[in-house]
């Protein structure tokens, strides 16, 4: 389960006879495998009866492992493999305290150092920080608790100990004159001695965090002397002194000696830490050119108070230039490798610059997490999760000094006012592998990711950019083409070391049984009287599960030897059944997501947090209800800030009995279990992500693979429920690509937190294995073939080279249509030169210049401007062309809505105009599935609407619906009634999930397709150098359908009401209606809010 660096690390330990370091870390994996397989086989059971032999002898061979290597790290902490040793030692100490959890009950272990020793977990804690495994430190200092009220000098330095191995230096050093400590129990001489000791190690490890906190001198050359060290130096010679007259031989013969081997172990330990530490202190970090010392020492110090080291990974890309101006980065970092701490220094150094920074994230869930950590970072500067629809209720669109935000969303920004980006000095995209083209990709996320970066790399030339993707396997290659794109060097950075460990496998099931099953099957079948398998006979098909790991960190072998197979669960476990279409005969299925949440359940009584993947929606919500009957007495209390974010959800909806997450009568979750997915709404999301984050909250997460994009919950455990999904386009299961397995499993382990992970795949398919034979099931050797590569496992591709093949060929679908309608358009005599150099500064460009095939190039620009000219003739209106390229619509379609704005037809309030849009799209229907998504529109309905043809169809069924729901939305009704508004009977509406697909999908696509005449009404005027005069109603009607609101006074008000629910701020307005004050026609937002703010003073 370690990276190559790791176990390189490992084996440069100290040898020792009868052990082999080659086999040590396939020793470390084993055993891990091991304690994780028996806690959650035992459901919290801790008796030592239930663990095997193989875990006690494992457990053995550790505590002497760490001893050994501990005390050459001891006796000779200058020793140069002396961070190998440390590292094997705490290891195998952290191996052991994990074990002890399975033996030891509730019995609580107490920290502890006494005149002959130290308690493991100290030790651990210690040497970790000498290997410079600083998160595997933090994780151990967790077991350094105290009692609150205990004053000792030995719980004040087992504290202070603590505090530096988590990071909480800014606590050990504020605590440097309160040094009031109780007097020791034992006021023997010698326990005078030790505690006279332990204060003065106390006094060290606060000198050693006040060093790590200070600023570097301002010139490099200086050599700086570690007060810190000399204390230590002086304890450990305290703690050794000669007794004289004991012995009465020869001079020669050495004489007696008293020792304090426990202070004397710490204090050595602790100068090893006090040499090495320093190199990894935040705060020697040096402003890089260009930013002002003084600030950049006050971000620094600031960072230092949350994350004061800094990882190897991160020292590295330091050295390169990192944070140089002018210096880009492809980071590939497998996960968990610190990539967050590196993008806060280089978007710290871009503010201090004077430049902005945006920052791309894949999912709605990811954009809030990194906005809520930037806003943490960066406190003093203005930082926005995303900017909704606000950017477009002014005339003027100003970014903020950080945006979060999807690509999506940025490309509609940069299609309102492109100039807004001009000051923009970086551009962050987290999970660029989504620029990487999915196979039938009909949401054209990859398109317009790359369109975004083209379009920023235009709008701000001199910008860095940072690219970031455990997946990335290219980094050299994208780094490359990101050096042409910008004119300036981009650092590949790709280290494949990372701080957190996952032991990766699967789900198996003896061979011998399950051919009893389908010797079963066949013999009921021939006497069956039912097509179907026979519900009696369906509660005999179970089997034992086992858990078949590998213990290299990639299954890139098939010796049997690097393998182990353990008993994951006591009982056995149901089969599902189905039968061949063709041969009509039965046969068993794997029952996935009952085994993943059979398994979560029973790790949940242990404590341990599990996130299991699962391919659907539907499948997400029944496992949790699975996970609810298995364990129906779990309870667990919300918290005040997940009692607000609840009523916020129950008001959106319309009533508790809409919401995913049920909740007793005390308002406490049920079954200790929730789901994670594309059809939560907002504050429900927030709510199930705080309930998982919380040591105390659930145990046990559901999740479709969006949660696997990025985002940082703690999980002890990760169960990937299939390795396929259901292809709608194919009718069939479709294997799940390596980078989306891989992904899923990265989330396994948090540094600090829990950085062992354990990764369980339930294969789509049974997986049988005959132990004595060595045979297992084919089935695996696809399993093999995925997680037999690292997490760097995808290529990543530019969407743009099979679109442009495609348009070359004569082939234009809607994804080589979209992408012509998003070639920009030039002005004067060379309009097309600015779509001819997108194309050119494409990464598809960049690899066929690599390759030699300029002529590729120049073909796919002729015949992509060949076919744009088809579609939009050259026509004076050059300025309505870039209207249509910018919105990423036909020439056609806005020239139409174009006129439609001439005639004034835009008129009366915003329910008017949303009416006048409707009437003009149902003119021409097929027009709907290009102005929205087609894949969101799809998302309404089932497979009678996949199965009509054509878009005309398909929109004419489409349109009375998501009429009937805008209308309902705008009127500030909850998600259940707008199921009524469609016609949903009131058994059907359950979860509200066509209402709720509205609501996080279709509402932003309108918002959209409602912006349209703003647009085309400004870029007339600016054309024609007119002043710019938009009536309010119009320049927010965008806004006013992303919110659901009826008027310009009705989104201000949910705006200034902006922590109450849609339907609650609207029940708000009805009050202070009487107190506002009339406005006028062409007024701005901003008079518009204030008219609505004094309304909510003057009402009583």
Avoid at 36 to 58: F, I, K, N, P, W
């Amino acid at each position: 389960m370690f990276d190559p660096v790791t176990i390189d690390l490992i084996r440069a330990a100290p040898p020792l006879s009868s052990l082999s370091l080659e086999e040590l870390p396939r020793r470390f994996t084993n055993a891990f495998a091991e304690i994780v397989a028996a806690r959650v086989r035992l459901r919290g059971v801790t008796d030592m009866e239930g663990r095997s032999e193989t875990l006690a002898e494992l457990l053995d061979q550790m505590r002497r492992l760490a001893a050994t290597q501990e005390l050459l790290v001891a006796i000779s902490p200058e020793r140069t493999n002396r961070a190998a040793a440390a590292f094997v030692a705490g290891a195998a100490h952290q191996l052991c305290l994990m074990a002890e959890v399975v033996s030891d009950g509730d019995e609580k272990r107490v920290p502890f150092i006494d005149a002959i020793r130290a308690a493991p977990e100290i030790c651990s804690t210690l040497l970790f920080l000498i290997a410079d495994s600083q998160s595997d430190a933090a994780e151990m200092a967790k077991h350094l608790v105290s009692e609150a009220e205990d004053r000792s000098a030995e719980a004040q330095l087992i504290k202070a100990i603590g505090d530096l191995a988590a990071g909480r230096l800014g606590m050990i050093a504020g605590s440097e004159g309160d040094q009031d400590f109780d007097r020791p129990a034992d006021r023997s001489g010698p326990g005078r001695a030790v505690d006279a000791l332990l204060r003065r190690l106390h006094a060290g490890v606060i000198q050693l965090a006040s060093e790590l906190l200070t600023r570097p001198k301002d010139d490099p050359n200086v050599i700086e002397t570690s007060r810190a060290q000399e204390i230590f130096t002086e304890v450990i010679d305290l703690c050794i002194a000669p007794i004289e007259g004991v012995f009465d031989f020869d001079a020669e013969v050495p004489s007696a000696v008293s020792v304090f081997p426990g202070p004397l172990h710490v204090a050595k330990l602790l100068l090893a830490i006090s040499g090495d530490l320093a190199s990894a202190s935040l705060c020697r970090v040096r402003a890089p050119s260009g930013v002002n010392k003084q600030r950049w020492w006050g971000v620094i110090r600031r960072a230092a108070s949350r994350r004061p080291y800094l990882w190897r990974n991160h020292r590295a890309a330091l050295d390169e230039g990192y944070l140089t101006k002018g210096v880009s980065a492809a980071v590939s970092f497998p996960t968990g490798g610190g990539k967050s701490t590196l993008a806060e220094l280089k978007i710290a150094a871009s503010l201090l610059r004077g430049g902005k920074a945006v920052v791309l994230a894949p999912t709605l869930a990811l954009v809030d997490q990194t906005a809520f950590t930037l806003q943490n970072a960066f406190s003093d500067f203005s930082v926005f999760g995303d900017m909704d629809e606000e950017v477009t209720y002014s005339d003027v669109v100003e970014l903020p000094e950080i945006i979060v935000t999807t690509p999506e969303r940025c490309l509609m920004l940069q299609s309102l006012q492109p100039e807004a980006f001009k000051d923009v000095g970086l551009v962050m995209f987290d999970e660029c592998h989504l620029l990487h083209p999915r196979e039938a990709d009909r949401s054209r996320r990859s398109i317009d990711s790359m369109l975004c970066i083209l379009n920023l790399t235009h709008l701000a030339p001199d910008a860095d950019l940072l690219l970031i993707s455990a997946m990335m396997q290219n980094a050299e290659e994208i780094a490359g083409w990101v050096a042409e794109l910008t004119g300036r060097p981009c650092l590949a950075l790709d280290l494949a070391w990372k701080p957190t460990r996952q032991v990766r496998g699967c789900v198996a099931y003896s061979a011998d049984r399950i051919a009893e099953l389908e010797d079963l099957l066949r013999t009921e079948q021939a006497v069956a009287t039912t097509k179907g398998v026979p519900k009696q006979l369906k509660s005999q098909l179970d089997a034992q599960p086992l858990a078949f790991f590998c213990l290299q960190q990639t299954w890139a072998t098939r010796k049997r030897s690097d393998y182990a197979l353990m008993t994951l669960l006591n009982e056995p476990i149901a089969f599902a059944t189905s039968t061949n279409k063709q041969t009509k005969d039965w046969y068993l299925t794997p029952n996935g997501n009952k085994v993943a949440g059979t398994i979560a359940a029973a790790a949940a009584e242990d404590g341990l947090k599990t996130l299991t993947f699962v391919q659907s929606t539907v499948a997400a919500e029944s496992t949790v209800r699975h996970f609810r009957e298995l364990l129906p007495k779990r309870r667990v209390p919300l918290t005040d800030e997940e009692r607000m974010w609840r009523k916020l959800v129950e008001e959106e909806l319309g009533g508790p009995q809409y919401c995913y997450l049920k909740l007793d009568a005390k308002g406490r979750v049920e079954g200790g279990a929730a789901s994670h997915h594309a059809r939560l709404i907002k504050h429900e999301r927030l709510l199930h992500e705080s309930l998982f984050k919380r040591r105390d909250g659930i145990n046990a997460l559901f999740a479709t693979s969006t949660l696997a994009q990025g985002m940082n919950l703690p999980s002890d455990i990760v169960l990937i429920a299939g390795d396929s999904r259901w292809d709608i386009e194919g009718d069939k299961l479709k294997q799940l690509d390596a980078h989306e397995l891989l992904n899923a499993a990265g989330r396994a382990g948090r540094a600090g937190e829990g950085g062992q992970g354990f990764v369980l795949v339930v294969p789509s398919k049974i997986i049988n294995i005959d132990g004595e034979k060595k045979n297992i099931t084919s089935h695996w050797m696809t399993l093999q073939g995925i997680f037999s590569q690292s997490d760097q496992c995808l290529k990543i591709d530019d969407p743009l080279t099979a679109l442009l093949d495609r348009i070359h060929s004569g082939l234009y679908e809607g994804n080589e249509e979209y992408l012509l309608a998003r070639l920009p358009i030039g002005d004067g005599e060379s309009p097309d030169e600015p779509a001819k150099s997108m194309i050119r500064r494409s990464f598809a460009a960049y690899r066929k210049r690599q390759e030699g095939k300029a002529a590729w190039i120049e073909s796919r620009i002729t015949s992509a401007l060949a076919r744009r000219a088809e579609l939009a003739p050259k026509q004076e209106l050059t300025w309505l062309e870039r209207v249509a390229a910018s919105a990423g619509l036909p020439y056609e379609i806005v020239a139409s809505l174009a006129s439609l704005v001439e005639t004034g037809a835009f008129s009366g309030n915003s329910s008017d105009c949303v009416q006048t849009l409707f009437g003009w799209i149902e003119k021409r229907p097929e027009w709907l599935l290009q102005l929205i998504r087609p894949n969101d529109i799809e998302g309404l309905f089932g497979t009678d609407y996949r199965a009509l043809a054509g878009d005309r169809k398909k929109a004419k069924k489409a349109l009375p619906v998501i009429k009937a729901l805008l209308e309902a939305w705008m009127a500030g009704k909850p998600l259940c009634d707008l199921e009524r508004a469609i016609g949903t009977e009131e058994k059907d509406i359950k979860t509200c999930e066509t209402a709720r697909h509205f609501a996080v999908r279709l509402a932003a696509d309108l918002a959209f397709v409602a912006g349209l005449p703003t647009r085309i009404m400004a870029a007339e005027a600016l054309a024609a150098g007119k002043k710019l005069i938009i009536p309010i109603t119009l320049l927010t009607l965008s806004g006013v359908v992303r919110k659901g609101c009826a008027s310009a006074e009705l989104l201000a008000n949910a705006i200034y009401l902006k922590d109450l629910s849609r339907p609650a701020a609207k029940a708000a307005f009805e009050k202070i209606q009487p107190y506002i004050q009339p406005g006028s026609e062409y007024e701005s937002f901003d008079d518009v809010l204030a008219r609505v703010r004094q309304a909510h003073s003057l009402t009583p």
